[in-house]
């Protein structure tokens, strides 16, 4: 079971505001892609169909807190850990660094496994599958 996960990437020039720097948005983006690296490295989608229906995990609450700028061509690596596992959501705390080892960022994001009927446009939490929830574990106290 995995808890924890390292995501590397480096920044786009799209991504970047007026003063070179990037927008404050593209960081939920940035916890974003890190949770479907995760998801994806343990062979699991964030997205899934089933009899005409959706499995989604969509965002209850999102928080970061910024210490120090990235700009374009920046290099930086996120640490996802997996903070809280309920029978229905996942909490990840992130912890954003730079090249240099700086911590520049940290972030949280909960989110809630929901059933999504398309035809009647109606979301319903759900229980996590048991091919989720047999892969996904709390990080031990000391790794937060």
């Known amino acids: 079971m995995a ?33 479907v690296a995760f998801f994806r ?9 089933r ?8 965002r209850v609450a999102a928080e970061c807190t910024y210490r120090w700028p990235l700009r374009f061509e920046d290099e930086f690596e996120i640490h996802l850990v997996v903070r809280k596992k309920t029978s229905r959501t996942l909490t990840y705390d992130f912890r954003f660094y730079d090249a240099q080892g700086r911590q520049i960022a940290t972030g949280s994001i909960k989110t809630a496994c929901v059933d999504f009927d ?14 989720v929830s047999e892969k996904i574990e709390e990080a031990p106290k000391g790794d937060l």
């Open 3 to 35: 808890h924890e996960y390292r995501y590397r990437r480096r920044v786009e020039f799209s991504e970047t505001d007026m003063a070179g720097i990037v927008h404050f948005s593209n960081y939920f983006r940035y916890m974003e892609g890190a949770e």
């Open 118 to 131: 398309p035809a009647t446009e109606k979301m319903q939490s759900m229980p996590i599958p048991e091919s």
């Open 51 to 58: 009899d005409g229906r959706v499995i989604g995990w969509p």
């Open 41 to 49: 490295s343990l062979g699991l989608s964030i997205h899934n169909q």
